[in-house]
């Protein structure tokens, strides 16, 4: 048995996230992306899949119960590349345990 | 190829509108007759092509994609976009199967390709009626200029705005070839097709299009939407990236009505300081009375 089904067995906890993009780095603005993944494996959320996010904003998320286990870092563009565009800046990651 | 009837060639509003989505979009632009035959055909396999293959020796050995690729509003765009002759990358026919229960990761096709001042595009032809259930190709209006490699963009499972392809049998889409895209699951009881070719230019893809209409207001308007995904501060950005492909493709390196590239640009050079605030200028002489 895996350490990893030894911890789920003995806690009977499984982990779902949810991955927000919100317009600017603040917390409490508004969503324009979203992902989810459901450890009990009980929902398939996948690409494509919804026009409607989950929530208006990351605040919207805590609000009902998500708790914020890491929030993307704010780095300054390299040297000579200031106006490329590429990932989207400002990733949240969310959990529950359920 | 004969060169297509002006009137078949794209507008510069409709040229400003692929610059901002990265998308062109015809519906039923195929006639009926045609999506009858298409399916029977797809299945059937399109002969291979050899990459760099001159567009007019493609397809010697199927006649249905000659015809498609001769109607003229798709030789029109063709023409446009990539402009007289293009070579085929390569073609290919996605088949999603009823009930397929996966769905592509969103991605960019190839490997990631920053070219400034040319672009591929890529044809996709959707024969059958799409509904939303049959899973139509995913793809992200205004993603084309974002520098990402395939499907590094995999994580993002839904953007705000995008398109969930549904449309009726015979639509044509043009791509660019930066475009965040991928097919959807298909829960519907019916295989799903899509025919695509991918076209690299062979000349400068500037104003190859009917340009009357220029300097029409609503190329600026076009050029300046926002897309709800964006977010505030990139969203300025992506302005400046379409200013600066509006500049390759039309030849004009003065065109920005918003400014978005000039004030950052702007480094004058003309000095008129006052020689007597430079400290490190000599001592000054004495002015005539």
């Known amino acids: 048995m895996t350490a990893t089904a030894e911890t789920s067995q003995v806690t009977g906890l499984r982990q779902q996230v949810l991955v927000l993009y919100l317009a600017s780095s603040a917390l409490d603005a508004r969503v324009v992306g979203w992902s989810t993944y459901d450890g009990t494996g009980e929902t398939h959320p996948t690409t494509g899949d919804s026009d409607e996010p989950p929530y208006k904003t990351g605040l919207d998320a805590l609000k009902d119960g998500w708790r914020l286990f890491q929030a993307a870092q704010l780095n300054p563009p390299y040297p000579g590349h200031e106006y490329d565009v590429s990932f989207l800046k400002h990733e949240f990651f969310f959990e529950k345990l359920v | 190829m004969p060169h297509p009837h002006r009137k078949h060639l794209l507008t510069s509003v409709q040229m400003a509108h692929f610059v901002a989505t990265g998308a062109l979009r015809m519906d039923a632009v195929v006639p009926d007759e045609m999506n009858q035959q298409a399916i029977e055909v797809l299945n059937a396999g399109i002969p291979a092509v050899p990459y760099g293959t001159p567009l007019s020796e493609a397809f010697v050995d199927s006649e249905f994609v000659q015809r498609l690729v001769q109607l003229p509003e798709v030789a029109g765009a063709i023409h446009s976009l990539v402009g007289p002759e293009p070579t085929v990358d390569h073609h290919a026919v996605h088949i999603r199967r009823a009930h397929e229960g996966e769905a592509q990761n969103l991605h960019g096709d190839a490997i990631i390709d920053v070219r400034t001042d040319a672009f591929d595009v890529q044809l996709m032809y959707y024969p059958q009626d799409v509904t939303l259930e049959m899973g139509g190709t995913l793809s992200v209006p205004g993603s084309h200029l974002r520098r990402t490699n395939e499907s590094d963009t995999g994580r993002y499972q839904n953007l705000l705005g995008q398109t969930r392809l549904v449309c009726p049998a015979g639509t044509v889409q043009l791509l660019h070839h930066g475009i965040w895209h991928g097919g959807r699951k298909n829960d519907s009881d019916l295989d799903r ?47 400046y990236n379409r200013i600066m492909m509006w500049r390759a493709i039309s030849g004009d390196d003065t065109y920005d009505p918003n400014y978005w590239v000039t004030r950052v640009t702007n480094r004058p050079q003309r000095v008129v300081a006052d020689r007597a605030k430079n400290p490190h200028a000599g001592a000054q002489k004495k002015e005539m009375a």
């Open chain 2, 193 to 239: 097709y899509m025919f695509k070719i991918r076209f690299n230019p062979t000349v400068r893809q500037v104003r190859l299009w009917n340009t009357d209409d220029l300097y029409d207001e609503q190329v600026a308007a076009e050029l300046e939407q926002n897309f709800p995904w964006y977010e505030n501060a990139t969203g300025r950005l992506e302005r």
